[in-house]
């Protein structure tokens, strides 16, 4: 299946562009301008190159769920992808997609397809988060230039209703934040970039004064497709214990529809 991408030509779409090799096998390369405080490129990064690969191989156009498991940290450059189909129904399609670089797996995902479009009940018992405007919220001085390897502040814009304590070096603050989210050059999100940007947030985690934390494992369920215009975004954690953290995210786009939602496991360093 060939993908109608409409933001071709931005830097998320030029950067997890994939080339198909051979039945199942596609190429693609990862590059540095998607760094976090680790260094490495955004897990969210790397698993939207790897689905870019998948929604290739599979029939429906909409990715309902994805779990993905990040078993090496990634690196700039060369990277092959080997996609599955397990199984196409009448409503969704299933595969799976491995990243390898080096000859060894940095990435193994399993997704679930259908279309969105479909329609049915609807039931919301929790709203968007209530966030003044974004051109009333605050972009900290920190995010405007970027921060020494964290290439992905050039990527991605953030409006924060206050300044985050974190800045300041505090690490007392409720990790829970909302904020507003977009892609810097224009680029409107649609539903294939929210697997990625689930994985955009400044970790919640931050606000107790943990600066580096890697995922594990991350699941999304994307839940509609998103009107254009700002995010606005929801990131918490609830329980660390023995080093390793949950972290929530939910995004609802412009018109308040929730767009998606996201699990992972987080281990910090």
């Not at 301008?33 to 689905?51: C, D, E, I, M």
């Not at 191989?57 to 080997?82: C, E, I, Y």
């Not at 995010?231 to 949950?246: F, Q």
Request: net charge negative.
């Amino acid at each position: 299946m060939s993908l109608d991408h409409p933001a071709e030509g931005h830097e998320f779409d030029q950067d997890t562009r994939v080339d198909k090799r051979a039945d199942g096998e596609f190429t693609a390369t990862l590059t540095d301008g998607w760094t976090t405080f680790t260094s490495h490129p955004n897990g969210g990064y790397v698993l939207g190159t790897a689905l870019n690969a998948l929604g290739q191989t599979l029939t429906q156009p909409d990715p309902l769920v994805v779990s993905a498991f990040f078993l090496r940290p990634a690196a700039p450059g060369p990277a092959l992808l080997r996609t599955e189909t397990v199984r196409e129904g009448r409503r969704t399609a299933t595969g799976t997609v491995v990243a390898e670089q080096g000859g060894k797996e940095i990435l193994r995902a399993t997704a679930t397809y259908g279309d969105l479009t479909a329609e049915g009940r609807v039931l919301h018992l929790e709203g968007p988060p209530e966030l003044p405007a974004p051109e009333d919220c605050h972009l900290p001085p920190e995010f405007a230039g970027t921060p020494e390897g964290v290439t992905i502040a050039q990527r991605v814009d953030y409006r924060y209703p206050e300044r985050p304590g974190w800045l300041d070096g505090r690490k007392d603050g409720r990790p829970r934040t909302d904020f507003w989210m977009r892609f810097a050059d224009g680029r409107d999100a649609d539903v294939h970039s929210l697997p990625a940007m689930v994985d955009f947030a400044v970790p919640a985690v931050l606000e107790i004064g943990e600066f580096s934390t890697i995922t594990v494992e991350l699941t999304t369920h994307v839940r509609a497709r998103p009107a254009p215009g700002w995010l606005a975004c929801r990131v918490s954690t609830r329980h660390v214990s023995n080093g390793l953290h949950e972290e929530d995210m939910e995004i609802w786009d412009s018109q308040g529809t929730l767009v998606a939602q996201a699990r992972q496991l987080a281990m910090l360093l």
